[in-house]
């Protein structure tokens, strides 16, 4: 059985920094992509970043140049460093890893609140 497990959310100014923090257990049959989601209440789960496991990343508009993900398959962790935080970055932050079967992990989410 796979665990995801994120850490690292929390409570942050605006123009703050916040390292999100990702790690699967168990057995993954290959990993083709990691991937950081995110929810705000009332409104629907979105892609932040993700990077596979040739090395490329996508990120939301909403955070190019302020974000940056980074991952290890081999520990199977990945990361999301959080540069210039803004309020409407609020959100709890999901992980998800995909293996090549197509199988998807997620985990419970952490809490990012940014506000003064």
């Known amino acids: 059985q796979v665990h995801v497990v994120e850490s690292g959310g929390g409570l942050v100014q605006p123009g703050g920094s916040l390292r999100l923090s990702c790690a699967a257990s168990?057995?993954?049959?290959?990993?083709?992509?990691m991937g950081w989601y995110r929810q705000a209440p009332g409104k629907e789960r979105e892609l932040v970043a993700l990077i596979r496991d040739i090395g490329t990343t996508n990120y939301a508009d909403s955070v190019k140049g302020r974000f940056t993900i980074s991952g290890d398959n081999s520990k199977k962790t990945v990361y999301l460093q959080m540069n210039v935080l803004k309020p409407e970055d609020t959100a709890r932050y999901y992980c998800k890893i995909t293996s090549y079967g197509a199988q998807n992990y997620w985990g419970q989410g952490t809490q990012v609140t940014v506000s003064s």
């Open positions: 168990g057995s993954i049959f290959g990993i083709a992509v």
